[in-house]
T-cell receptor, first 114, second 113 residues
């Protein structure tokens, strides 16, 4: 079964603190995506990770991919209120008979408190 | 500007009625997708289309129908057979060779009264 698990599902942090969101997946893939969603809004692409060891950074967010461990992390440095949103990871699984299938995690709701 | 346009943004429906959600893109993308989002859950794939005049069922296709008569357009009909249609519906597109990086529309929120 293709599964993508994020944790934590809810994260309340103080401004200025660091934290990491984890995304585990059930079977081999080397393509993983992180999206951000503001309340009531659409999803916005944050990072595209296409190989083992890939690391991407944008502002206070850094994403990495370890395909051997089937794990991606989204690290938040010195959080600010503007980062409050829901963050989704999505894994692109290649299936012989099906082609590609993109499976989303349940999302992590991040609230940054001042 | 290039993008994906969904309409309507909000829609109310009585039980037993079919409704159609519009999705138009001018990104020249081959693939288009419909997802459903419920509170506290990730996105679930309803239908997708890799090319004009062809589409496939996703994980939760029952009670939904689609068409792909033009590259730019991928409307979704929520039929009366869909038992729990109240949800947030998101349309997305991608260039064929990069299926995972999706570009999303603003979404349509359907409420059944």
């Amino acid at each position: 079964e293709l599964k993508v698990e994020q944790n934590p599902l809810f994260l309340s942090m103080q401004e200025g603190k660091n934290y990491t969101i984890y995304c585990n997946y059930s079977t081999t893939s080397d393509r993983l995506y992180w999206y951000r969603q503001d309340p009531g809004k659409s999803l916005e692409s944050l990072f595209v990770l296409l190989s083992n060891g890939a690391v991407k950074q944008e502002g206070r967010l850094m994403a990495s991919l370890d395909t051997k461990a089937r794990l991606s992390t989204l690290h938040i440095t010195a959080a600010v209120h503007d980062l409050s949103a829901t963050y989704f990871c999505a894994v692109d699984f290649r299936l012989l008979e099906y082609g590609n299938k993109l499976v989303f995690g349940a999302g992590t709701i991040l609230r940054v408190k001042s | 500007d290039g993008g994906i346009t969904q309409s309507p943004k909000y829609l109310f429906r009585k039980e037993g009625q079919n409704v159609t959600l519009s999705c138009e893109q001018n990104l020249n993308h081959d693939a288009m997708y419909w997802y459903r989002q419920d509170p506290g859950q990730g996105l679930r794939l309803i239908y997708y289309s890799q090319i004009v005049n062809d589409f496939q069922k996703g994980d939760i296709a029952e009670g939904y129908s689609v068409s792909r008569e033009k590259k730019e357009s991928f409307p979704l009909t929520v039929t009366s057979a869909q038992k729990n249609p109240t949800a947030f519906y998101l349309c997305a597109s991608s260039p064929r060779r990069r299926t995972g990086e999706l570009f999303f529309g603003e979404g349509s929120r359907l409420t059944v009264l």
